[in-house]
């Protein structure tokens, strides 16, 4: 059974309460506990955005029909490794090499005839841009997902983030 | 997980031998394409470090099986050894960690092979395991954020 535990007084709740049973602090704030005041990197990964880590280049959204073929392809052309699948402008699922390594491979013989919805990941967790990373980090490592769609409130695509970025702007802040 | 420290200092302090998992999926380098592949299926693992006399001698992982395998009319009786990336980023494993961040974020891939101080392949750190080390950073309350998306995810595959 999914629990939280109250920031307040420490005691476990089923997940989805709007209040502790227990001291009735509220549990639907959306605002995340604060960082140590002198810890750069806790400060800046509990309160930068997600937006400081997109470049708008990393974005590809396939069809549920595109065929496992094209995608290879196109994986192989543009030297990407993450694919967004939409299907009447909502995202419906995603494909990584992940995907291709243990569904694909040796097991279908003709990437012509099988679709994108047949191997994808359905319905993968997301983020905002306006989240803080720390947000994503705990998502992805809970997850153990390597990439995460950002989504913007209309349910359309911005970009999609890798663990690699994360770890590229964390290195970054570390040498200032 | 001591948060007294900055992480900057943590960083630097703690070494790679104790975050990572005692988990390495490896073999020689002459198995085949076909084989090394129903390992990595078997294993659930996105790499197979590919190591001689102890010594790491190439990386095969997903990279190599999308971009140079698939769709490529590829003889799958071949060596792992003519496709593996032959020269991959290694770390001996009491390298501080804050080295394997930097080095993760700057290259192109997912595994990085450790090493002893005789070059003895010893295990391997995945992007994984540094995220899930860099999460524990946080204050305890970050895990138990309240759901904001109204959805379950069934299997880790692929996100």
């Known amino acids: 059974m999914n629990t939280i535990q109250c920031p307040a007084c420490g005691s476990q709740n089923l997940a989805g309460e709007d209040r502790c049973e227990q001291c ?16 750069a990197i806790q400060s800046v ?69 099988v679709k994108a919805e047949a191997i994808m990941t359905p319905n993968p967790e997301y983020v905002r841009a ?28 911005l970009s999609i983030i890798m663990i690699k970025d994360v770890l590229k702007y964390l290195s970054k802040r570390k040498e200032k | ?20 998992n005692p988990r390495l999926v490896q073999a020689g380098p002459d198995i085949s394409i076909k084989e090394a592949i129903r390992l990595m299926q078997e294993r659930h693992a996105g790499y197979i470090v590919i190591a001689k006399d102890q010594k790491v001698v190439g990386l095969f992982a997903e990279n190599e099986v999308v971009l140079k395998i698939l769709e490529n009319n590829v003889d799958w009786d071949q060596p792992v050894s003519l496709f593996m990336n032959s ?49 524990e950073f946080y204050p305890t309350e970050v895990y138990n954020l309240p759901p904001k998306h109204d959805q379950i995810i069934l299997t880790q595959e692929g996100g």
């Open chain 1, 24 to 39: 009735f602090h509220s549990l639907m704030q959306r605002d995340l506990p604060r960082a140590k005041k002198d810890d």
């Open chain 1, 45 to 113: 990964m509990m309160t930068a955005p997600i937006l400081e880590l997109l470049t708008g280049k990393d974005l590809l959204v396939a069809s549920t029909t595109d065929t496992v073929q094209k995608i290879v392809k196109i994986f192989q052309k543009e030297n990407k490794n993450c694919i967004l699948v939409y299907k009447k402008k909502k995202m419906v699922g995603i494909i990584s090499f992940r995907d291709l390594l243990l569904k694909v491979t040796g097991k279908i013989e003709d990437l012509s005839k």
């Open chain 1, 130 to 157: 306006e989240d803080p990373i720390a947000y994503a980090v705990n998502k992805m490592a809970m997850g153990g997902f390597r990439h995460l769609p950002v989504l913007a409130r209309d349910g359309t695509p």
């Open chain 2, 1 to 20: 997980m001591p948060t007294s420290k900055p992480v900057e200092v943590l960083l630097k302090e703690k070494k790679i031998y104790e975050i990572v």
């Open chain 2, 87 to 135: 020269s991959p980023v290694t770390l001996n494993i009491k390298d501080p960690v804050g080295k394997a961040i930097d080095l993760m974020g700057h290259g192109n891939f997912y595994h990085i092979p450790l090493v002893d101080e005789n070059n003895h392949l010893m295990n391997v750190l995945s992007v994984r395991t540094l995220i899930r080390f860099l999460s």
